[in-house]
């Protein structure tokens, strides 16, 4: 892709999405509107209470009857720097989405991918913060062992003895054969009542174990409630899902005729891509990612945006073999007209 192709490329997805981008900028960030950064020059003078009630997704809100914040909360930013890179984000990502799906139907994809972020029909949210809550549960367990440690040490304790079996403690044998005696009979006993120890201590650890993770569910169901989502990384993440798929299918049918530049295009945004949504994966399941992120919305609106592509290239597909049906039937073959 030329410097040309690209500017215009990208000027297009600046024009169909116009009405959003404007309105990005005249609702201002939350931190403008407390007065912790800078506020705009064409942002509306709107109090942060207004933000607050108006713009900002809440399960709360939408047991309310405030439905429209499923949607209006992609227009609100938490500061500049925010809404900058998911500016970014829809303008480098959304030539695809032009492409395969038209102007309405990129523009459907943003705000759908946006409002399953926001309901999370699969319950992704519930699971980031479920693995959030047990590997905290995890990290504190292991705090309280080695801060035990010194103490029981210091009884003539062994501090392993908190720790979880690594290993099946071996049998003792007696290699040398015939009657072992009671010197063997003594090492049976001991070996037998350290297997019992630790399966109690398995039997312990597992049921803290199903404990926590029991609590961690339920606390990531009441947070997950009372979560409070901003911005429009979801729709973003859904555009990029479908240059994601573009790349993907360009780079798997070498048959068509396409410049080296193009193949080294599509080879760039798929290896971008799949990065970022491999680590959102991660984050998502391990609980492991930032503080304040919902790594989950940005894979709902990943999955949306995968199945739109999936639908927009099925209808391209079928209004192309109409189109070529009537072109036969009118009689028109490779260009030409011939009598029918």
């Keep these: 892709m030329n410097g040309a192709g690209a500017f215009d490329k990208y000027a297009s997805v600046a024009s169909s999405f116009a009405p959003v981008i404007l309105a990005q900028f005249l609702v201002p960030t939350l931190d403008a509107s407390y007065g912790r950064e800078f506020r705009s020059v064409v942002s509306l003078p709107i109090r942060p209470s207004v933000l607050e009630r108006h713009f900002v997704f ?21 500061d500049h720097a925010h809404a900058m890179a998911n500016l970014q984000g829809l303008v480098l990502s959304g030539p695809a989405a032009l492409d395969v799906l038209g102007g309405v139907g990129a523009m459907l994809v943003y705000v759908t991918a946006g409002v399953c972020a926001a309901l999370d029909p699969a319950k992704l949210t519930d699971l980031q913060l479920e693995r959030r809550l047990r ?49 063997d009979a003594l090492g049976d006993a001991l070996a037998s009542a350290a297997e019992t120890a630790r399966r109690t201590l398995d039997l312990g650890s597992s049921a803290l174990d199903d404990t926590a993770s029991t609590i961690a569910r339920n606390v990531a169901k009441t947070r997950a409630r009372q979560r409070r989502l901003v911005g429009a990384s ?6 990029l899902a479908v240059d994601l798929c573009a790349s993907l299918e360009r780079l798997a049918a070498p048959r068509r005729p ?13 290896v971008g891509a799949l990065r970022y949504f491999a680590g959102e994966v991660n984050r998502a399941w391990t609980g492991n990612g930032l503080e304040g992120v ?11 945006g995968v199945a739109f592509y999936v639908v927009g290239r099925a209808l391209r597909r079928r209004r192309a073999r109409a189109d070529r049906g009537r072109r036969l039937g009118r009689g028109y073959v490779g260009g030409e007209s011939r009598d029918v």
């Design 135 to 183: 590997a905290r549960w995890s990290s504190a367990t292991a705090a309280l062992s080695r801060r035990a440690a010194p103490l029981l040490d210091a009884l003539g304790l062994d501090p392993a003895f908190l720790e979880p079996p690594k290993a099946r403690i071996p049998r003792p044998r007696d290699d040398r054969g015939g009657f072992g005696g009671v010197g």
């Design 294 to 304: 919902d790594h989950a919305a940005h894979l709902n609106g990943a999955l949306v």
């Design 258 to 270: 396409a410049s080296d530049d193009a193949v080294l295009h599509a080879l760039l945004h798929a």
């Design 58 to 78: 809440s399960r709360g809100a939408l047991e309310r009857g405030r439905w429209w914040t499923a949607a209006s909360y992609m227009l609100l930013h938490v």
């Design 234 to 239: 979801a729709g973003v993440a859904a555009l």
